[in-house]
């Protein structure tokens, strides 16, 4: 069965500070997708990585994937209040499998 | 938000009734996904559907069940709501380009 595992769970940043989210899967998967999920709404495409290696940055935002290792990361540079949100990693074996998801709370 | 949306929007209903949720896309998408997302589980997909009156199961299909008539809809049915499944239910399509899936707005159904 596929699991994937994001941590942390809940992540209180202060404004200017970086930080990473992690993103941990169980199977072979040559597809990753991180998405954003503000209170109330639906789910927002950010990032999608095709292959090992892949690399892709959107302003604050930069997403990686290491398939050898299963692992994903989302940094976050410079935090600012607007990007408190709920962000899910997903990959796709065949089938999407989301992750539990990291409520990220910015503070001034 | 990929030409998707759902209804109704909110939903109460009564342990034991029928509830049907509606997925409409205007893009012509051949997959269509039904999930939904409960605190601490992320995402989970209830059935999606590859083609016209072709469905499969996802990992929490049991009390739902799913058609497909036409491209553009994609219903979501449960035939004797339960508590368990209040919820938020997502619709979502899947791009050709990068197998990107793209969600609706979401459905909040409460069961009593």
């Known amino acids: 069965e596929l699991k994937v595992e994001q941590n942390p769970l809940f992540l209180s940043m202060q404004e200017g500070k970086n930080y990473t989210i992690y993103c941990n899967y169980s199977t072979t998967s040559d597809r990753l997708y991180w998405y954003r999920q503000d209170p109330g709404k639906s789910l927002e495409s950010l990032f999608v990585l095709l292959s090992n290696g892949a690399v892709k940055q959107e302003g604050r935002l930069m997403a990686s994937l290491d398939t050898k290792a299963r692992l994903s990361t989302l940094h976050i540079t410079a935090a600012v209040h607007d990007l408190s949100a709920t962000y899910f990693c997903?990959?796709?074996?065949?089938?999407?499998?989301f992750g539990q998801g990291t409520r990220l709370t910015i503070n001034p | 938000d990929a030409g998707i949306t759902q209804s109704p929007r909110h939903k109460v209903t009564e342990t034991g009734t029928p509830v049907t949720l509606r997925c409409h896309q205007t893009?012509?998408?051949?997959?269509m996904y039904w999930y939904r997302q409960d605190p601490g589980h992320g995402l989970r997909l209830i059935h999606y559907s590859y083609g016209v009156k072709d469905t499969d199961k996802g990992e929490v299909s049991d009390g739902y069940s799913v058609s497909r008539s036409k491209t553009e809809d994609f219903l979501l049915t449960l035939e004797s709501a339960t508590s368990s499944q209040t919820s938020v239910y997502f619709c979502?399509?899947?791009?050709?380009?990068?197998?990107?899936?793209?969600f609706g707005p979401g459905t909040r159904l409460t069961v009593t």
């Open positions: 979502a399509i899947r791009s050709v380009l990068e197998y990107e899936q793209y």
């Open positions: 997903a990959v796709v074996p065949q089938k999407l499998v």
């Open positions: 893009e012509n998408h051949r997959y």
